[in-house]
């Protein structure tokens, strides 16, 4: 799984409520998942034979959007 977003805006009844106009949380999500047959440890993204390859992060956002 490469990149994944979801997210859900406040229902205009609550952010009324608390006097803000709108209000969107959020989670954000790369490198999450690899399926593959090789062994541990190896990303079958990297460059043939490379050496020194940095292998690819996992990477996860939480967010908060308010508009006011």
Do not use: H
Not at 7 to 22: D, Q
Not at 45 to 60: I, L
């Amino acid at each position: 799984m490469k990149n994944i977003q979801i997210g859900y805006t406040l229902p205009k009844n609550i952010c009324e409520f608390i006097r803000v106009p709108r209000i969107r949380v959020y989670y954000s999500g790369q490198n999450l998942l690899t399926f593959t047959g090789f062994s541990d440890g190896f990303d079958p993204e990297a460059p043939v034979g490379a050496r020194g390859y940095y292998p690819q992060v996992k990477v996860n956002t939480f967010g908060l959007n308010v508009t006011f």
